[in-house]
Nanobody, 125 residues
Framework: QVRLVESGGGLVQAGGSLRLSCVAS????????MGWHRQAPGKQRELVAE???????QYADSVKGRFTISRDNAKNTVYLEMSSLKPEDTAVYYC???????????????????WGQGTQVTVSS
C-alpha cells in the first residue's frame, strides 16, 4: 500500500503565499506521476497541477503563472508553491499519485493510484 500525507495548508490573506507538501510512503513502489487537485464547496474536484516522471508540468489555466509544482524524487515528495493567492483558490487541496507497486502474487509491478486526505487552503479577501 502507498500512503500520501499532505501538509502546509492554512489561512492566508489575498495576495499571500503558501507551500503545500505531500510525501508518498510504502514498500516496493515507483512513482509515475504526482499532482494536486482541489475541491471547493459545492464544486467538483479539479486538477490544479501535475508532474509526471520526465514530464512537463501541467497546470490549470486558473493557476498558471501563480502556482509552481515540483518534485523531490529521492524523497517521493511533491510540492505546490502557491503565490498571489485569490479568494477563489479557497478549497481542500488533495495530493494524488500514480505509481507502480510490486505484487507478490504475480511477481511483477502493477499500476496503482492514491489520493491524500486533503488539506484546507483558505484565502481571505
Amino acid at each position: 500500500q502507498v500512503r500520501l500525507v499532505e501538509s502546509g495548508g492554512g489561512l492566508v490573506q489575498a495576495g499571500g503565499s503558501l507551500r503545500l507538501s505531500c510525501v508518498a510512503s510504502g514498500m516496493y513502489f515507483k512513482i509515475e506521476s504526482m499532482g494536486w487537485h482541489r475541491q471547493a464547496p459545492g464544486k467538483q474536484r479539479e486538477l490544479v497541477a501535475e508532474l509526471a516522471n520526465e514530464g512537463v508540468p501541467q497546470y490549470a489555466d486558473s493557476v498558471k503563472g501563480r502556482f509552481t509544482i515540483s518534485r523531490d524524487n529521492a524523497k517521493n515528495t511533491v510540492y505546490l508553491e502557491m503565490s498571489s493567492l485569490k479568494p477563489e483558490d479557497t478549497a481542500v487541496y488533495y495530493c494524488s499519485a500514480q505509481y507502480s507497486i510490486f505484487a507478490e502474487d504475480v511477481g511483477d509491478y502493477r499500476p496503482g493510484a492514491k489520493w491524500g486526505q486533503g488539506t484546507q487552503v483558505t484565502v481571505s479577501s
